[in-house]
C-alpha cells in the first residue's frame, strides 16, 4: 500500500519559498509535485526529508527544475538521486 504524497509550501527564515513533501512520490501523484513547483518561481528549497520512495517518474518532474532548487534528502534517498545524475544538477543536503 502506498503512502499518500503530502505537500506543504512555506517560506524559510530567510525567505526563500520551501516545499515540503511527505509520504511517497511515483507517477500516480506527479501531477501534484509538478504544479506545486510550477506555482513557485525564483529559488526553492523541497525538503524530501519525509520522503520513503522516489521513483523514476518523480525525478523527471525535479529534472527541469534542478537549477533552481535545492533537495534535503534523507539517507535512503541519496543513492537514488546520485545514480540519476540529479546529484551533479542540484545542491542536496542531508537531512
Known amino acids: 500500500m502506498t503512502t499518500p504524497l503530502t505537500l506543504t509550501a512555506g517560506r524559510r527564515p530567510d525567505g526563500t519559498a ?5 509520504g511517497e512520490i511515483d507517477m ?6 509538478a ?13 524530501l526529508t519525509g520522503i520513503e520512495y522516489l521513483d523514476s517518474a518523480g525525478l523527471s518532474v ?4 534542478a537549477e533552481r532548487i535545492e533537495l534535503i534528502a534523507n539517507p535512503l534517498l541519496k543513492p537514488v ?3 540519476s545524475g540529479l546529484a551533479d544538477l542540484t545542491t542536496i543536503h542531508d537531512a
Open 81 to 83: 538521486l546520485t545514480i
Open 35 to 47: 504544479a506545486a513547483l510550477d506555482s513557485t518561481s525564483g529559488p526553492l528549497v523541497l525538503d
Open 28 to 33: 500516480s501523484n506527479t501531477e501534484a509535485l
Open 18 to 22: 520551501l516545499l515540503t513533501a511527505t
Open 62 to 65: 525535479l529534472f527541469p527544475h
